[in-house]
Nanobody, 126 residues
Framework: HVQLVESGGGSVQAGGSLRLSCAAS????????VGWFRQAPGKEREGVAF????????YYSDSVKGRFTISRDNARKTVTLQMNSLQPEDTAMYYC????????????????????WGQGTQVTVS
């Protein structure tokens, strides 16, 4: 069983930065995915970025590419999302998620790929 706890959300002015962290308890296999999703009020949850638990290749949605960076620490216990050049449209609840099976490049941005979810952390950009 894996538990995920997000931290690092907050309020920031447009153009600012925030760094979100996802701390995982339990083991996540190298080919499984850890992803960040977000959900704004009145909108569906959308994939933002994901990384394989073993590290390496990262993937981003077009809306955040070039501004956000996902990474993991060497012990594979924390995945971070560095968010730069934040805009009001980035305002949302951000969730960390982990899969229980190896994921594909296409599957990594899909909610149904993920079994474990954190409680979310709010990001507000004004």
């Amino acid at each position: 069983h894996v538990q995920l706890v997000e931290s690092g959300g907050g309020s920031v002015q447009a153009g600012g930065s925030l760094r979100l962290s996802c701390a995982a308890s339990g083991y996540i296999y190298n080919r499984n995915c850890v992803g960040w999703f977000r959900q704004a009020p009145g909108k569906e949850r959308e994939g933002v970025a994901f990384i394989y638990a073993g590290g390496g290749t990262t993937y981003y949605s077009d809306s955040v590419k070039g501004r956000f960076t996902i990474s993991r620490d060497n012990a594979r216990k924390t995945v971070t999302l560095q968010m730069n050049s934040l805009q009001p449209e980035d305002t949302a609840m951000y969730y960390c998620a982990a899969s229980v099976a190896p994921c594909t490049e296409l599957g990594g941005m899909i909610q149904g790929t993920y079994t474990y979810w954190g409680q979310g952390t709010q990001v507000t950009v004004s």
